[in-house]
Structures are given as structure tokens and as C-alpha cells.
């Protein structure tokens, strides 16, 4: 059972572009929702993440925004550059258990030139 | 810099034989660690949960024979496979949390598992 839905699963995005990954997920018990950077042959980094008490949260060119209601969260990417091509995922955990993570498909971004 | 080292890195080898995969928490603690498998273009999939002091618990569908998983102090985990076949080759990933059982996980990076 799929518990976090994430989409696009590939995108290319122009340098200085915005590049926009969206996450669904199910389980009205997860309140915490990291994201993840990985690079070929390495670990996930995490990125940036975010708890329902707030709707959106920015860390330099990255934002998270996310919508309780809809169960949704998203990660804007601003001014995307190549360094940022990688694979991103989405996840999310339960209070308690921040770090056992359920991770979205993944998203394969491309920036290019 | 990393804060969860995972050695080696790669490993080859033959079917039938065990590797032993470590992982370690530098400059903190980690009374739990997780262990995570990923195949090729694929999202990482929760194999088991390291606790130090206790047997580690395993999700649904991992062999915990198979897999054998060791906390063997609170700064290192250690992932067995134990009589590998090809079908277990894969990029096996540690995690810890850094400032305790709620806090964000960090990533080891990982170790690439190619049986023969």
C-alpha cells in the first residue's frame, strides 16, 4: 500500500526555472514531512522539512507548502540550477517516530542549461 | 560533514557467502538506527529498526535469518546478509536520528551490494 503518492516521477526544468514536486498521502496520523535530495551512489540528504501547525516554511531557494485539509505537500524549488538535479523524495512519520520515514516513488529532476 | 558513515561503500560477492555492512552515529549517539534498501530508480524500502540493547524489529517480508542486524554499541549497527544470492543485490542504506528518537533522520551513504 502506497502511503505517500509523489508525482512527477521525472522533470525537466529550465536553469532559473521553478521546479514543483507534489505529495499526497493518507495517513491522517504522519505530522512530519521531511524531503530529500540524492545524488547517484550517495544517501539521502535531507532538504527541508515541515509540521501541520504551519502552511508553508522556506529555507533559501526551497519552500514546502502544505495544505492539512487536502492532505498535500509540495516543494518549490526557485531559481533551479544544475546542481540541483538529482532525485528528490518526499516522506513523512508519525509523532513519536520521526524517523521511521515512509517515502514517496521519488522524482527525478533535470536542470538544464 | 556526514554525520552517519556506512562502510564499505561497495562489496562484491559470491552467492552463498555473508557481508557484513557498519554503520556508525560520529560525534553522537544513536540508540536506534535504521536500516533501508534501495533497488535501482526506486524509493528506499524500511527493512528493519537497530536497537541498541535489544533485537532489532524487521518490517513485513524481511527475513530476519537473513538479514541479521546487531546494535552493538550506541554508536554502531552492523547489517549481515547472510548466504547472499544475486537476488539480494542492492544499495542497503543506514540511518540515525541525530538528536534522539524524534529528531530528523540523516543517511548514511550507503553500500552497494553486487552478488555473483
Known amino acids: 500500500q502506497q502511503q505517500v503518492k509523489q508525482s512527477p516521477q521525472s522533470l525537466i526544468v529550465q536553469k532559473g526555472g521553478i521546479s514543483i514536486i507534489n505529495c499526497a498521502y493518507e495517513?491522517?496520523?504522519?505530522?512530519?514531512f521531511p524531503w530529500y535530495q540524492q545524488f547517484p551512489g550517495k544517501g539521502p540528504a535531507l532538504l527541508i522539512a515541515i509540521r501541520p501547525d504551519v502552511s508553508e516554511k522556506k529555507e533559501g531557494r526551497f519552500t514546502i507548502s502544505f495544505n492539512k485539509s487536502a492532505k498535500q505537500f509540495s516543494l518549490h524549488i526557485m531559481d533551479s540550477q544544475p546542481g540541483d538535479s538529482a532525485t528528490y523524495f518526499c516522506a513523512a512519520s508519525m509523532t513519536g517516530t520521526a524517523s521511521k520515514l515512509t517515502f514517496g516513488t521519488g522524482t527525478r529532476l533535470q536542470v538544464t542549461l | 560533514g556526514a554525520v552517519v558513515s556506512q562502510h564499505p561503500s561497495w562489496v562484491i560477492c559470491k552467492s552463498g557467502t555473508s557481508v557484513k555492512i557498519e554503520c556508525r552515529s560520529l560525534d553522537f549517539q544513536a540508540t536506534t538506527m535504521f536500516w533501508y534498501r534501495q533497488f535501482p530508480k526506486q524509493s528506499l524500502m524500511l527493512m528493519a529498526t537497530s536497537n541498541e540493547g535489544s533485537k532489532a524489529t524487521y518490517e513485513q517480508g524481511v527475513e530476519k535469518d537473513k538479514f541479521l542486524i546487531n546494535h552493538a554499541s550506541l554508536t554502531l549497527s552492523t547489517l549481515t546478509v547472510t548466504s547472499a544470492h544475486p537476488e539480494d543485490s542492492s544499495f542497503y542504506i543506514c540511518?540515525?536520528?541525530?538528536?534522539?528518537?524524534?529528531?530528523?533522520?540523516?543517511f548514511g551513504n550507503g553500500t552497494r551490494l553486487t552478488v555473483t
Open positions: 540511518s540515525a536520528p541525530l538528536g534522539g528518537r524524534i529528531s530528523p533522520l540523516h
Open positions: 495517513n491522517t496520523a504522519f505530522d512530519y
